[in-house]
């Protein structure tokens, strides 16, 4: 139980939801950490300017806005079906207030990988704070989300997702995810997709990280099948530490099913590296012309 996968480090919550000035924030938000790679495209100060003043600030706003009205429909939504509709409105606005259209590429039939009438567990790498607006807008059903039980102490974010019924793991006492993880699996069992971010946060160098032990327990546990999913680009259009949107196209690339029919945890090992060796097979791909 204390080996259970979740998705993001506290201290690698998006910036475009974090107050300015929140403790464990590393280096300047107004400046990439990152060098320029050779022959990158070139974003100046009219980008910075448009994403400091234009694009973060709009961000903001929906995500005050939206969120305090989510919240108010959360205590007469059971199933949290109006609060994904509001989750799903609040990622559409965001993917176009940052110019950043998104081309969805699958190695086989899409709709066998968005096939959601069966158990399915969606394994996605996480490269920016924008990945999981991107998932929202472009998963075509409703799905929950594995977090970290210190993100619930961040405003309107915690909120959200206490209220929305996403499954929260708490790893500094295992035992007090006992209820969420049993949930999660009548959820997975009864055929409510479970995202999760195996390499357990954002990358910060845009490279995918090791996956965490226990990454893909609940998938063994209900038998459910595992959709590899890689974000190509989201990291150069928003990586950590910085409000700089450098908006460009991207894509999401979605892999063959791995079945997990038969398996116990004693192949967790085996079935991560399975799937992370399919995500880098999708990360490496080229990009289509």
Not at 61 to 69: H, K, Q, R, S
Not at 177 to 203: D, H, N, Y
């Amino acid at each position: 139980m204390n080996k259970i996968a979740t998705t993001v480090e506290p201290e690698k919550e998006p910036a475009v939801v974090r107050p300015a000035g929140q403790p464990g924030e590393a280096g300047s938000r107004w400046d990439d950490q990152r060098p320029e790679t050779s022959g990158a495209k070139h974003y100046g100060w009219p980008s910075r300017l448009r994403s400091y003043f234009i694009l973060s600030p709009l961000i903001w706003a929906y995500t005050l806005i939206l969120g305090t009205v989510s919240l108010a429909c959360s205590f007469f939504d059971r199933n949290g079906r109006i609060q994904h509709k509001f989750a799903r409105l609040w990622s559409w606005m965001v993917m176009k207030t940052t110019l950043s259209p998104v081309t969805i590429k699958g190695t086989g039939a899409l709709a066998n990988a968005f096939d959601n009438t069966k158990p399915r567990v969606y394994a996605v790498t996480h490269a920016s704070a924008l990945d999981i607006p991107i998932l929202y807008v472009y998963l075509p059903f409703q799905f929950r989300i594995v977090f970290k039980s210190e993100l619930l102490a961040y405003p309107f974010v915690g909120w959200h997702l206490r209220r929305s019924g996403q499954v929260c793991i708490n790893q500094q006492n295992p035992a007090a995810s006992i209820g969420a993880i049993k949930s999660a699996m009548r959820s997975l069992r009864g055929g409510m997709p479970l995202v999760i971010f195996p390499e357990g946060g954002r990358t910060r160098d845009g490279k995918i990280q090791p996956f965490l032990p226990g990454a893909f327990f609940l998938a063994i546990k209900t038998q459910a099948d595992i959709v590899p999913i890689a974000l190509v680009d989201t990291f150069d259009l928003l990586p950590m530490n910085t409000y700089h949107i450098r908006c460009q196209p991207l894509e999401m690339r979605v892999g063959e099913p791995i079945s997990t029919l038969g398996l116990t945890l004693q192949d967790t090992e085996r079935v991560s590296a399975q799937v992370k060796a399919a995500i880098e097979a999708l990360q490496a791909a080229p990009r289509s012309t």
